[in-house]
C-alpha cells in the first residue's frame, strides 16, 4: 500500500508552494503566456485540514483538488469556514473518478468536477443540478492513452459525449481534463487533448501534475494539478 509522507512541518509546504507559483509563472512567460492564464490547483488528497490550512493562511492558496467525495466533505466544511473568516473563498475540484450514487454530494459540494467521462454520470449530474439549482463547472476526462483499466473517455469517442452531455442532457461543459499513461511522454497525450478541445470549442484544459506540469503549460494547460510538490511526495510502506 502507499502512504504519504508528510512535510515534518506543515509551513514547509507554503514554501514549497511559493517556490511552485513562481516556476509556474516563469514558465509561462517563458511560453509567451500571462502567467494569470494557468490556474494552480493544489491536490490535497489525503492530507488533513491542519496540515491544508497554512498554505490558505499563510499560503493564500484558494483552489484545491481533492480525488473522493467522501474524504473530502467533512475536510472542506471546516477548511472553507475557516478561510471564510479571513475573507477567502476555496474552490474544490474533483478530479478523481465520481460514481453516480455521489452526484449529488459532488453537486453540492465542488464547484469544478473534472471527471465526467460516461452517460451515467451525464444523466446523474444532469439531474441533480437541475433539482439543486447548483452548476458546479464540468470538464469531461479523455483517456488519452486508451488504457483499459483507466476512467475517461477515449479520444475518438470524445466529439459524440460532448455532443450527448450538452444536446441530450444540456450541461455546460467547460473544459477537458486528462491523466498521460505513467512511463509515456506526456506531450502526445496534451497535444492530443489540445486538438479535441479546440475542435469541440473548449478552452480550459486541466492537464499536467507534478511531474510534468512545464510540458503542459508549454502546451496550453489552463489548469495544473500538483500535490507531491508541495505537500509531500508518496512512498512504499
Not at 497525450?189 to 473548449?202: C, D, E, M, P, Q
Amino acid at each position: 500500500m502507499t502512504d504519504l509522507v508528510h512535510p515534518a512541518d506543515p509551513l514547509h509546504a507554503v514554501e514549497h508552494l511559493e517556490a511552485l507559483r513562481a516556476a509556474i509563472a516563469q514558465r509561462a512567460r517563458d511560453c509567451g503566456r500571462a502567467p494569470e492564464d494557468v490556474k494552480l490547483v493544489a491536490v490535497s488528497k489525503t492530507f488533513s485540514a491542519d496540515e491544508i490550512w497554512p498554505t490558505i493562511a499563510v499560503g493564500g492558496q484558494t483552489v484545491f483538488g481533492e480525488n473522493r467525495v467522501q474524504e473530502a466533505i467533512p475536510k472542506w466544511r471546516d477548511l472553507r469556514a475557516r478561510a471564510a473568516g479571513l475573507g477567502k473563498t476555496i474552490e474544490l475540484h474533483l478530479i478523481g473518478p465520481l460514481q453516480s450514487n455521489k452526484a449529488r454530494e459532488a453537486v453540492e459540494n465542488f464547484d469544478v468536477i473534472e471527471t465526467v467521462d460516461r452517460e451515467k454520470i451525464a444523466a446523474s449530474l444532469a439531474h441533480e443540478t437541475q433539482l439543486l439549482g447548483k452548476h458546479p463547472r464540468l470538464y469531461v476526462e479523455i483517456n488519452t492513452g486508451a488504457e483499459p483499466q483507466k476512467a475517461g473517455v477515449l479520444p475518438e469517442d470524445a466529439d459524440a459525449f460532448l455532443a450527448l452531455c450538452r444536446d441530450t442532457y444540456n450541461l455546460t461543459i467547460e473544459g477537458l481534463m486528462a491523466i498521460p499513461p505513467v512511463g509515456e511522454q506526456a506531450s502526445p497525450h496534451f497535444a492530443l487533448l489540445s486538438v479535441i478541445a479546440k475542435r469541440n470549442g473548449l478552452t480550459e484544459l486541466s492537464m499536467g501534475m507534478s511531474a510534468d506540469w512545464p510540458l503542459a503549460v508549454q502546451l496550453g494547460a489552463t489548469a495544473v494539478r500538483v500535490g507531491s510538490a508541495i505537500f509531500g511526495a508518496r512512498a512504499l510502506r
